[in-house]
């Protein structure tokens, strides 16, 4: 799964999740259900748009950082013209679980 987390108004948001899910999963060439666009409402005067996308290492950073930031700032920027931060979290694959197992890839099990 591909998470993003978008901080903006609703209006934008409606907008733009379909295009933000087709753009992270045609840069990441994953398939559209595994890539989940949700919006994250707060309180404040802060009037830009901010993207957030969830990483498991570095390395997609390096590979991937840039694009993505094109494709989601373009998507944004195509409902509505303003700032659009799109800022990364990585969180390696050994600190995720779904329902209590280890969802590292290839990983050894300790039984």
């Not at 903006?8 to 379909?18: H, I, K, V």
């Not at 094109?70 to 779904?98: D, K, M």
């Amino acid at each position: 799964m591909i998470f993003a987390d978008f901080y903006g108004t609703a209006w934008l948001f409606g907008a733009a999740q379909s295009a933000l899910r087709e753009g992270i999963a045609g840069v990441f060439r994953a398939r559209l259900e595994d890539v989940v666009v949700r919006r994250i409402v707060v309180e404040g005067e802060y009037t830009a748009t901010e993207v957030w996308i969830e990483l498991s290492s570095d390395e997609q950073l390096m590979r991937h950082g840039q694009e993505l930031a094109r494709v989601i700032s373009a998507v944004v920027q195509a409902q509505a013209p303003g700032e659009v931060w799109v800022l990364f979290r990585i969180v390696p694959l050994s600190h995720v679980y779904l329902n209590g197992e280890p969802r590292r890839r290839g990983s050894v099990t300790l039984e």
